[in-house]
Structures are given as C-alpha cells and as structure tokens.
C-alpha cells in the first residue's frame, strides 16, 4: 500500500494489523480519486473511517490542506499517526478514536463544514446513507463538496439522500464506489 499520488507520491504506508480494516488497493484509490479530483487546490477532509488513514493521506497528498481522521480502534488510531508521520503530513491532521457517529456529534458542535467527507466503514457495518442525512441535515458538506463512499458492491445505495445526489456508481470487483454531490438545483 502506498501513496499513489501527489507531494508523497510512491511512499509506503503500513496497513493496520488484523482483519478488523480492509486496505483499500492501491487500483481503488486511483481510480477514486480520479472521479472525484485527481487533485484539490485546497479544502478540508473528513475520514470517518480512517483505517489506516490512506485515503485521507491521498486527500492530503493531492492537496487538501487539512484532515480529521476518525477510527474507533486504537490500533488504527496509531497506524494512521505512523503513517502520517511518514508523509510528514502530521500537522495537516487532527486523529480521533471514536465511532463515527459520536464523531459527527463533536464535529456539528465545532460548526465545521467539509469540502471531501469519505465514508468506507466496515462492509458488515453499513451506517452510510443515515450519516449522510446527518451531513445533509447539519450542513457539513461545503456546496462544492464531494462525499466519497466504498462499500460493497452488493450495497445498495439510493440515487438521492436528502439534498445529495449520486453523481457516480463505479465497481472494483469486490468494491463499490459511490460519489454524492449537493443537488445544485435546490442550492
């Protein structure tokens, strides 16, 4: 696993050990962010899934200029603080260990919006469609923004949540890629 593009381009990054994360490929995150970027001039990110923190260190590394990176497992939390570390991108970050959920309630009281929120929770755990109507309801997503979701291809995800449409339904074997942007007909 490594960074595929951008100012940390080819570094390596660990992935978390166990089986409680799947790694997105190195193929996926390539073609993610080449539907949703391929690069940013700037912005904020929102990982609630953080892993091993690549997709937001992808985000940072195609330049956005800050991260919050969530996970719930403290073996997480100190993969994603290496992997930063490698990437001298630590100071771009802010990590938290909590549940996505508990996350977005802190997230709402600091009144922060997000130009890039990327979902990809544990494919067993799906909680991605009620999040989204959280972002869509509080307004964490900027008008600009760009919600990035994996999951499995056999999750059905629907066309329009709240104000947000699908832009983008892509499969990568056993992966899903879903992009959501804000109905510019109703801004």
Known sequence: MRVVSGKCKGLSLKAVQGTS??????????AMFNIIGPYFEG???LDLFGGSGGLSI????????????????MKAIKTIKENLETCKLSSSAEVYRNDA???VKAIIKREMQFDLIILDPPYKKQQIVSLIETFDEKELLSNDGTILVEHATDVELPENIGHFVRTKAEKYGICGVSVYHKNKGEI
């Open 58 to 73: 992808e985000a940072l590394s195609r330049g956005m200029d800050k991260a919050i990176i969530v996970d719930r497992e």
């Open 21 to 30: 994360t799947r790694p997105t490929t190195d193929k996926v995150k390539e």
């Open 101 to 103: 959920e508990r996350a």
């Open 43 to 45: 912005g904020t990110v």
